[in-house]
């Protein structure tokens, strides 16, 4: 069964503070996601990558930036948490072909 | 436009109960339609997925009917049960790129017993 772990479950941090989410696959996907989760709005793309240390911007990256520096790593970086950051973050890889898996997700609370 | 709408917003069935879930779309490029199902606390999970070459697919209780004309496509679920309570997304991938989807904003289904 293909695998992606997310480090965290649950965080709470701090307005201002540098958050790093991780994220891991374990079936040499190419291509990785950060989806952010809001009720009403459903998964909305904030980056993904195609290869090592190549990324794209998705639908909203404002305030976000993204690193990955191993094909099974994937990170989400927000520089100066905020309180509208305030969310459940998703992290998923696929095959080519389009199936999506995900990591069971990170909530995280700026206070 | 890469926008996926998505209906109903809520849906309550009885057990035993037939439910639909409906996704409509502008981009004829799209070529691949999953729907995933989500449990509190879990992360989504792909139920079921089809792409425009057929009009139905069906895997076990699930099925999915998919009108190419209409640019439509939706998710029944047969003899609805409790533990099919969830959130379900509809999605949509783009035939060029890098396999992005695009999603429907979901829909709280409650089968009550």
């Known amino acids: 069964d293909v695998k992606v772990t997310q480090s965290s479950r649950y965080l709470v941090k701090r307005t201002g503070e540098k958050v790093f989410l991780e994220c891991v696959q374990d079936?040499?996907?190419?291509?990785m996601f950060w989806y952010r989760q809001d009720p009403g709005l459903g998964l909305r793309l904030i980056y993904f990558s195609y290869d090592v240390k190549m990324k794209e911007k998705g639908d909203i990256p404002e305030g976000y930036s993204v690193s990955r520096e191993k094909k099974e790593r994937f990170s989400l970086i927000l520089e100066s948490a905020s309180t509208n950051q305030t969310s459940m973050y998703l992290c998923?890889?696929?095959?080519?072909?389009?199936?999506?898996?995900f990591g069971q997700g990170t909530r995280l609370t700026v206070v | 436009q890469q926008q996926v709408k998505q209906s109903p917003q809520s849906l309550i069935v009885q057990k035993g109960g037939i439910s639909i879930i409906n996704c409509a779309y502008e981009?004829?490029?799209?070529?691949?339609f999953p729907w995933y199902q989500q449990f509190p606390g879990k992360g989504p999970a792909l139920l079921i997925a089809i792409r425009p070459d057929v009009s139905e697919k069906k895997e076990g209780r699930f099925t999915i009917s998919f009108n190419k004309s209409a640019k439509q496509f939706s998710l029944h679920i047969m003899d609805s049960q409790p533990g099919d309570s969830a959130t379900y997304f509809c999605?949509?991938?783009?035939?060029?790129?890098?396999?992005?989807?695009?999603f429907g904003k979901g829909t709280m289904l409650l089968v009550s017993p």
């Open positions: 998923a890889s696929s095959v080519p072909t389009g199936e999506a898996f």
């Open positions: 079936m040499d996907h190419e291509n």
């Open positions: 981009n004829t490029a799209f070529d691949y």
């Open positions: 999605a949509a991938r783009l035939n060029s790129g890098y396999s992005t989807l695009t």
